[in-house]
Structures are given as C-alpha cells and as structure tokens.
C-alpha cells in the first residue's frame, strides 16, 4: 500500500537526517518525546502532521519522501 511506501521512505529520510545530530537531541529540539521518534524509525507507527513539522523545522531539511 502506498501509506507503507511513505512511512518507509519518511522513516529512511528521518535516519538519515539524524546522522548529524542525536535522537535525543533533536527530540528534544522538536518538543517530541523521543519514543514517537523512535516508533516512527521502527516502522511502528505512522507519522502524523505534526510531528512531521516538527522534525522538518528542527532537523533543516524536507522529510516526506517524493513519489519517484
């Protein structure tokens, strides 16, 4: 399903986001608790909104994945 499709890709952009900086860090950059992050990592969990913007704002760079 195409909802599986993004939350991989958005998953492997937050990864690969992360490499600069720490989980905790970030996490708590964002204001996010860092088991919905790590959730999200896991495949566990979908990302909503705004958490989405959140990670965006903090980490500098897009995250949802394009449809290539």
Excluded: H
């Excluded at 195409?2 to 490499?19: D, S």
């Excluded at 919905?36 to 705004?50: H, N, S, W």
């Amino acid at each position: 399903p195409i909802e599986v499709v993004i939350a991989q890709g958005l998953a492997l952009n937050v990864q690969i986001a992360l490499r600069d900086t720490t989980l905790i860090g970030a996490c708590r950059d964002a204001g996010l608790n860092r088991s919905t992050v790590q959730e999200l990592l896991a495949g566990r969990t979908f990302c909503d909104i705004a958490t989405l913007a959140k990670l965006e704002a903090t980490l500098g760079v897009p995250l949802w994945p394009g449809l290539d």
